[in-house]
């Protein structure tokens, strides 16, 4: 079974922390909030379906077979570079309105520190539609 202190220790290192992605997730709301593009709601919204798509298929992961994995490595990859792609849209689109992006850089360009932000970001989503 998988615990929040073995992620901790990963021996792939570039963890980032609850703490981390708490902080760049406030950050990253705070700006599209305040951002007044007609139509953020729907870069918000794609960055948070990708996300959960991401997430769905690493959960997926623990319970497959090799060849399993193998079948369905490309569609995680993929999901994974449109979870980049949405993130670097919404730096973009906040860059472009005046508004604090910071939180982008403090996120890096590390796949697998973003790939963990998106699945914290589906965990507040979840849970914070009860």
Known sequence: MNT???????????????????????????SITLCSL???????????KRAARY???RNQW????????MAA????????TVVITSLNTLARILEQEGLDASWRAKLGDERKR?????????YITGISNR
């Open 114 to 122: 973003i790939g963990d932000f998106a699945c914290f970001v589906s």
């Open 38 to 48: 007609e139509d953020k709601d729907e870069f918000w919204n794609n960055f948070i």
């Open 62 to 69: 623990e319970t497959m077979s090799t060849e399993e994995r």
């Open 73 to 80: 490595d490309d569609g995680r990859t993929q999901a994974h």
């Open 55 to 57: 997430t769905y298929i």
């Open 4 to 30: 929040y202190e073995a992620y901790l220790n990963h021996e792939a290192g570039n963890i980032i922390t609850i703490e981390e992605c708490m902080q760049i997730y406030k950050e990253l709301v705070e």
